[in-house]
């Protein structure tokens, strides 16, 4: 009788705990949550996101299981997938929301928005739902964004100069950056740092948007061969050119993103195309390497064809979501709940949102702090931005992207035609 009692007194309790409502910290706390989160040791943000978790954890009583990672490339992405196929998924996951989270939600293992607002009405209501990324599998909404992104060319000003080449702008095409990368490469400089071993991506994104237009980069081609198709082989074909020409590092096809990152930061570069997420690496790196953060700027990609350059890749492509095995555990839901809204409060959202975009209702709060240079230039880059487009990468299937851009170092170096690597993912996708 006392055991059935006991039993019956622990199913009240967990009852009480799941149901509780509301916005607040878990009373007691207590409670152990694994997160899974971009922030690697090279991210300019994972400062702020550290100070944000520790906060929770201080006013909540409840631990944070920070699940790190030393670069976000095509193995993170797999690896966390292959954990949530193991079983072996956290209690929340900063992850994409693309083709990457298909299977995720394919096999029911992340929580809609609105199956947590049943519940938890007021979860993410200081964003605009619109904004929020949408599931490519289902249509739903599962990610609370902290920040979207624009992936641009940042530029080593000191390098430039001693080049006697001038800063791009809004006008800059292509065939001003091949002239400008030949005068580069000509004094001794590496125009482009990047590793085409381990992150062609950026590369990727902007060569095929280069050789379509704003309608087409969101479409997938069927084949090399039709018009979608067509515009992948040329921009594949432009990032050949640029290795034939000598403006990548000698090492970018074996060497990882920190080692050919760090070339612009050391005077050893011109160019690092990247996403708004390296103005923190550049703010924090430079600090640390003695250099001066005034020394870099951030402008549009070089244009062709239809492409103005002020058309700009970014949006909103990730977030923080809730697993089902932690939504379906009495111990960890409301925890769960607190730790998203108080990773997406106006005020945190706002750290990491100053110099990037938001889905925050009541915009972000400026700091009021005097930005440096290169922060200056990241908000004239994109208020001035014409059209923004997401990153078509994310239409493919994480198998079939994996496979192209490991060969994209190969079309490079002439090894496969860029025809039949793009046959070779559509196989896959």
Known sequence: MKKLYFIMALIVALSVLSGCGGRGTAAGGGVELT?????????????????????????????VIDVKTDAVDEAWKQNVLDEFQNGNEPDIVNFFV???ADE?????????????????PEYASNMKDSLLPVS???GRQYAVSVYGYWEGLFVNKKVLEDCGVAIPGADYTWEQFLADCRTIRDHGYTPIACSLRQIPHYWFEYCIFNNGTIASHSKLPESPGDDIGRNWVAGLNDIKTLYEEGFFPENTNEADDDTTSLMILEDKAAFLL????KVGWFQEDAKTLGKDVNNFT???????????PTDAIGGF?????????AWNNPAKRKACVDFVTAMTTDEVTSTFGELTVTALKNGVILSGNELDMLAESTVAMTKGCTAMVPATQDSLTPAARDALFKDISRIAKGEISAEDALRDCLAIQ
Do not use: C, Q
């Not at 971009?38 to 550290?50: F, I, L, M, Q």
């Not at 951030?298 to 103005?308: A, D, I, L, N, Q």
């Not at 492509?317 to 095995?325: D, E, L």
């Open 136 to 138: 490519t599998y289902d």
């Open 98 to 100: 693309g083709t990457d």
């Open 104 to 120: 995720l939600i394919k096999n029911n293992k992340l929580v809609a928005i609105s199956e947590i607002r049943k519940e938890y």
């Open 274 to 277: 990247e996403g708004s997420w």
């Open 298 to 308: 951030v402008t549009y990609f070089p244009s062709k064809g239809e492409r103005r």
């Open 35 to 63: 997160v899974v989160t971009p922030y690697s040791a090279s991210d300019g943000n994972r400062d702020k996101y550290v100070k944000a978790y520790k906060a929770y954890e201080e006013a909540s009583g409840n631990t």
């Open 317 to 325: 492509s990730m977030g923080y979501a809730i697993t089902t095995k």
